[in-house]
């Protein structure tokens, strides 16, 4: 029977299409609630320093959550569809597709339980290669957490997308680089903490020692540098657990692909 796999695929260009959007949305966010307020300057003569901080942060887009909870769910359904096809190719007729899934498990007694649900379905040689991806399989061979895994990843963000708000945090950054000009001189580079940080209001950013400068009422100070904000995913339980969104999502994408590519070579 034909099975193609035109509609699996066209689930996962869709989880792309919501990563893009997602991509543009936090492009479009302001990391302050007033752009001409950006940073915040504070003299601080009795302690030798100038200190320079964030303004009053922006909240969150709260489009951010949803839009991952619909890129994981559509990649999550584009493997359940793929196991829906892998039957019908192997001679059911399309209601078995309401009995059918792809099995995402972290522990063996898990997959003893799909196993009874799907095995019969699809043929042997696919259930097998299904189960050989499993993450508490792969943790063996690679030395990680099966929840490290990118399936156990997508899993559980559908999971909890369908039970709770995803919790995508907007609010770290680092300091990249920053210099200071006293008047018409040349640039003097500043020491920064460039690890990431907590992006609050007030949040520090730098400070710049001024016991060697000799400053005066009629001195001026120009200041050159910035920060770089990133959107990170947090309290999931799972490996995508303080990445950035970016780095936590687009495997995921190429994971499913490839795989389905595989299933494909092998079975179609």
Known sequence: MLAPLTG???????????????KAAIDRWGTAKDENNLFR??????????????????????????????????L???LDHLVCQLAILNGNDISCCDKTFFPICIGKPDFAKAEKMVKPLISPEAFTDIEALQPYKTANISGKQPTSSTLWIISRLDILDKHRMLVVVGKFFRTIDLCYAL???????????????????????????????????EDKMRL????????????TGCG????????????????????????????F
Not at 190 to 214: C, F, H, M, Q
Not at 224 to 235: C, D, K, N, W
């Open 8 to 22: 699996v695929r066209n689930k996962i260009k869709r989880a792309d299409n919501h990563l893009s959007e997602l």
């Open 41 to 74: 300057i504070y003299h601080q003569p009795e302690r030798g320093q100038m200190v320079l901080r964030h303004g009053e942060v922006a909240p969150n887009d709260p489009d951010w959550p949803l839009i991952v909870g619909d890129f994981a769910h559509n």
């Open 76 to 78: 999550r359904s584009a």
């Open 183 to 217: 008047n018409t001189g040349d640039p003097v580079k500043v020491d920064v903490d460039d690890t990431w940080r907590p992006l609050e209001d007030g949040a520090r950013i730098a400070s710049i020692d001024l016991t060697k400068l000799s400053l005066g009422p």
């Open 224 to 235: 050159q540098g910035g920060t770089e904000v990133q959107v990170f995913i947090s309290e």
């Open 240 to 267: 995508c657990d303080g990445l950035e969104v970016g780095i936590a999502l687009v495997p995921c994408i190429q994971y499913v692909s490839n795989l389905v590519d595989l299933f494909e070579a092998k079975f």
